[in-house]
């Protein structure tokens, strides 16, 4: 059974730890219960020990056959989209894994961290908490979990700050966010704060839309969301199904946009309830044909520029007598990825291409063959080379 943080101390069993603290514990809401724990270093050992069977009643979790709630999600999505979590458990994760060779998934990010995740401080790299890092070969270090405490801090751990600033790069260029069942709470004030710095003004929202899954009346959830809502330009609904990524699934910023600004009223085209998921993969057939088109021709055209950029830096490493920059070297395998037509791998292979790496060239460089790179990282989205205040984004896109 999945807890809510009002019976979590209950459903885990918390109760022996918690009683000879105070009785009234084990009735009370877990976020208020942990916060009080955290303010007094004498409960650092009883702590630990709450984290750990936390920790390992999550760890346990294993999702059902039939479809869920976290397939329709996932298969409804894109790779250009970004699912971003506070919860710990490995439902969406075990889903992810399930779907993620049949169709293109959208990334994920845990912002309070997940029992299934790790990561690779050396190469910022995350994966299933049992697997290895494909760069460096250690084995992934498992991820913190962010307990609930009222002064979060969220740039304290590397792993964290990634993931939220990887959250924060994708809302400051978002036109749709769907909020699904999050209700912002009290304990969770900076995270809304950072949430709200990345949206921006809402002067400069003006024509962004904001879509509410939850079973809250309109009057509360526009109470909770008002600092993210401008004017209309809003959505509320009590289930997935009648949500825009549901009737419209991988065209749902498409649709949106045809409707509204183009006048194209355009028939919905729902997502079908099916207890099977083989069923509900081939559903999604035709819509993946018209991707796979247009990637194969997306990628098509970026090989002949990746080319050209791998052959600048082999030159220049023999004039320097210097190594290829570790994330370069990767560059011959996505350009024969692309001759296979195995696109899958591409989006995460190309975000781990740093450009910094190549800075101690910089003055090595003539200006020419500067300007050449310059163009071209700019032609495949990455930073110029002297741009300083990147460093943190190519962290966190990396993972």
Request: charged share 30%; hydrophobic share 40%.
């Amino acid at each position: 059974m999945l807890p809510l943080m009002n019976n979590l101390i209950q459903i885990v069993g918390l109760q022996d730890l918690l009683d000879p603290i105070d009785s009234s514990f084990k009735d009370r809401n877990f976020e208020e219960v942990y916060d009080i724990l955290y303010k007094k270093q004498e409960y650092a050992d009883i702590r630990q020990e709450i984290e750990q069977s936390v920790y390992s009643y999550f760890a346990n979790f294993l999702i059902p056959k039939d479809p869920t709630i976290y397939d329709y999600i996932l298969l409804s999505l894109r790779d250009k989209d970004l699912i971003a979590t506070f919860n710990w458990d490995p439902l969406l994760v075990q889903a992810y894994r399930r779907n993620v060779n049949y169709i293109d998934l959208p990334h994920l990010v845990f912002l309070h961290g997940n029992v299934t995740v790790g990561y690779c401080k050396d190469d910022r790299f995350k994966g299933n908490i049992f697997s290895a890092c494909p760069h460096c070969g250690k084995k992934l270090a498992p991820t913190p979990l962010l307990y609930p405490i009222t002064e979060k801090n969220y740039a304290e751990d590397e792993f964290i700050s990634a993931e939220w600033k990887t959250l924060q790069n994708y809302l400051e260029n978002a036109f749709m966010i769907t909020i699904f069942g999050y209700s912002a709470p009290s304990s969770d004030y900076e995270a809304k704060k950072m949430l709200k710095k990345a949206w921006g003004d809402l002067k400069d929202r003006k024509m962004e839309e904001i879509e509410i899954i939850d079973i809250k009346t309109e009057e509360e959830l526009r109470n909770l969301w008002k600092d993210f809502i401008f004017s209309h330009h809003w959505k509320s609904h009590l289930n997935f199904f009648e949500s825009w990524i549901a009737r419209h699934p991988r065209r749902t910023y498409e649709a949106y946009f045809s409707q509204v600004f183009e006048a194209k009223f355009i028939p919905d085209n729902p997502v079908p309830k099916s207890n099977d998921l083989d069923i509900l993969r081939n559903w999604f057939a035709d819509l993946i044909q018209v991707e796979l088109i247009h990637k194969e021709k997306m990628f098509n055209d970026l090989s002949p520029v990746l080319i050209e950029l791998y052959e600048i830096i082999e030159d220049y490493a023999k004039n320097i007598k210097a190594s290829i920059p570790k994330s370069f070297q990767q560059i011959p395998h996505i350009i024969d990825l692309i001759q296979a037509k195995k696109y899958r791998e591409l989006p995460s292979l190309l975000r781990f291409i740093n450009p910094l790496e190549l800075e101690s060239w910089g003055n090595q460089m003539g200006i020419s063959e500067k300007q050449r790179i310059t163009k071209i990282f700019s032609d495949l989205g990455f930073p110029d080379l002297e741009d300083k205040n990147d460093k943190d984004n190519i962290k966190s896109t990396r993972l």
